[in-house]
């Protein structure tokens, strides 16, 4: 029998009963989110548990011990016998248009675990898992989770990194958002300039029709939403085009990445955000290399090898892979235009 070494093992099943903490507190933070336990806390905490259960209009044991569970996890903060949020949890809980509000971190794992029966057959067939056919909140889940960093990142930082950009943008532009999923980025973009115009494609109709209907709700007029796969949507002569997140989805990013050099005008421009990654699994073992890990595994390669090709880059691909992708299809130039711990910005042409 292999001698165990028992503070290795000590540390390992720490190391454990840490992440299934974090685990079981899945359903409790989507309930506090759902049901505004958080949004309550913050606005008129410190409080009783009785007296936000009264606030939230929630049942008084319930809420008691949702808060016991919550102080434990450190989410929330407790003192003799009364809860609030401290400024650095209502960030990250409270808040939805913090850089790390986290809410949708959450509703993304609940969608994962929902995703598990379908991604488990695939492990034994080789086959993918299609977007259309993944867990029932998967779409909202992941539009959830990238909202933070586009509505505080992609106007005020991104898009001026990348060289000239903002100014065509500020006269009239023409903008595709390649894979725009319910549309988020792209009417983010609409709303911050008014003279250009721009159209989403997404190969999801479902999330076509979401991405109307909030464009629709923003009054916004200078921008539509069509079904189109990357590679070989309508359009052409664009100033600027842009895929968030989603190249490594693709079946056939190389064909998608030929595709939009064709449809980009002379002097185009190419944005495209990725997930953060080094090069080699030794440098993405660390907290966010696990969770893009994670994510890709459940969600990222099943939807690439569901479609044509299926390279299924992965969420992890790094930035050398990329670049590789991204010349085939006919750019000479690419250069990181920039970055945050989560996301890297790449710039093509």
């Known amino acids: 029998m292999t001698e165990i070494n028992e503070t290795t093992l000590n540390e390992l099943v720490g190391r454990v009963l840490g992440d299934l903490g974090g685990a ?7 309930i506090g989110d759902a049901l505004g336990l958080y949004r309550s806390l913050k606005e008129i905490g410190p409080v009783k548990a009785d007296e936000l259960a009264d606030a939230s209009g929630c049942a008084p044991r319930y809420v008691r011990e949702w808060l016991a569970a919550q102080a434990a996890s450190g989410y929330v903060h407790h003192e003799r016998g009364l809860f ?3 400024p650095e949890q209502a960030f990250v809980f409270a808040e939805p248009d913090s850089p ?8 993304t794992a609940a969608a994962m675990v929902e995703n598990q029966p379908k991604v488990q057959s695939a492990f034994k067939t080789g086959r993918g898992v299609a977007w259309g056919d993944q867990a029932g909140c998967m779409f909202c889940a992941v539009a959830r989770l990238f909202r933070p960093g586009y509505v505080n990142a992609l106007v005020q930082d ?6 000239g950009v903002t100014d065509r943008l500020k006269t009239g532009a023409k903008v595709a958002d390649v894979g725009c999923g319910h549309g988020l980025s792209t009417i983010l973009m609409a709303q911050a300039f008014p003279n250009s115009r721009f159209v989403g494609y997404d190969f999801h109709p ?3 029709v979401a991405a109307s209907a909030h464009a629709q709700a923003h009054g916004l007029t200078n921008l539509h939403f069509e079904v189109g796969r990357a590679q070989d949507f309508d359009g052409r002569d664009f100033d ?15 064909a998608a990445a030929a595709h939009i050099r064709k449809a980009l005008k002379e002097g185009g421009v ?3 955000v990725e997930p953060m ?10 907290p966010v290399g696990r969770l893009y890990y994670s994510a890709s595994t459940m969600i990222c390669v099943p939807t690439s090898l569901a479609q044509e090709t299926g390279l299924a880059l992965g969420a992890q691909a790094g930035e050398r892979r990329l670049a590789e992708v991204i010349r085939s299809g006919g750019f000479t130039h690419i250069r990181r235009a920039a970055q945050t711990p989560l996301n890297m910005i790449l710039e093509a042409t």
């Not at 509000?101 to 959450?106: E, H, T, V």
């Not at 895929?243 to 056939?252: Q, V």
């Open 24 to 30: 079981v507190s899945v359903p409790l933070v989507r």
């Open 84 to 86: 609030s949020l401290t």
């Open 100 to 107: 790390v509000n986290l809410i949708g971190a959450f509703d």
């Open 158 to 163: 991104w898009l001026p990194a990348l060289d």
């Open 206 to 208: 479902g999330s076509i």
């Open 240 to 254: 600027l085009i842009t895929c968030f997140d989603c190249l490594h989805d693709m079946g056939d990013p190389k």
């Open 270 to 272: 190419w944005m495209v």
């Open 277 to 286: 990654a080094g090069d080699t699994l030794e440098e993405n073992i660390n």
